[in-house]
């Protein structure tokens, strides 16, 4: 079992930054590619990006490209969501998730991040606001 928790959500202004961690329990994380998503009140979740434990190759959705980082700290267990110039369109609860695979799968030929309802292991969310 991989038991997930997200921390670090709040309040914050547009154009500012923000870092949420997602740690693992019951498993060692860095042996999981971790996905990022988020869900936005009346929409649908969406991925965000996806870290893979192998070789730490990333990869984000076209909304976040240059502006968020998915990093690990083995250290601590964690893998950290870096977002910069935030925006109120950013505004969501966001979610690491795991199938427990080590690398970011592809599913016919699109990163499997843009499912969802394909990971078995979700943290509880964390919130973020961002307005002024």
């Known amino acids: 079992q991989v038991h997930l928790a997200e921390s670090g959500g709040g309040l914050v202004q547009p154009g500012r930054s923000l870092t949420l961690s997602c740690a693992a329990s019951?498993?060692?994380?860095?042996?999981?590619?971790i996905a990022w998503f988020r869900q936005a009140p009346g929409k649908e979740r969406e991925g965000v990006g996806c870290?893979?434990?192998?070789?730490?190759?990333?990869s984000y959705a076209d909304f976040v490209k240059g502006r968020f980082t998915i990093s690990r700290d083995n250290d601590k267990n964690t893998v950290n969501l870096q977002m910069n110039m935030l925006t109120p369109e950013d505004t969501a609860v966001y979610y690491c998730?795991?199938?427990?695979?080590?690398?970011?799968?592809?599913?016919?030929?699109?990163?499997?991040?843009?499912?969802?309802?394909?990971?078995?292991?979700w943290g509880q969310g964390t919130q973020v606001t961002v307005s002024s």
């Open positions: 019951g498993s060692t994380i860095q042996y999981y590619a």
């Open positions: 870290l893979s434990s192998t070789d730490e190759n990333t």
């Open positions: 998730a795991t199938d427990r695979r080590r690398t970011c799968t592809v599913v016919a030929g699109i990163p499997k991040f843009y499912y969802s309802h394909l990971y078995d292991y």
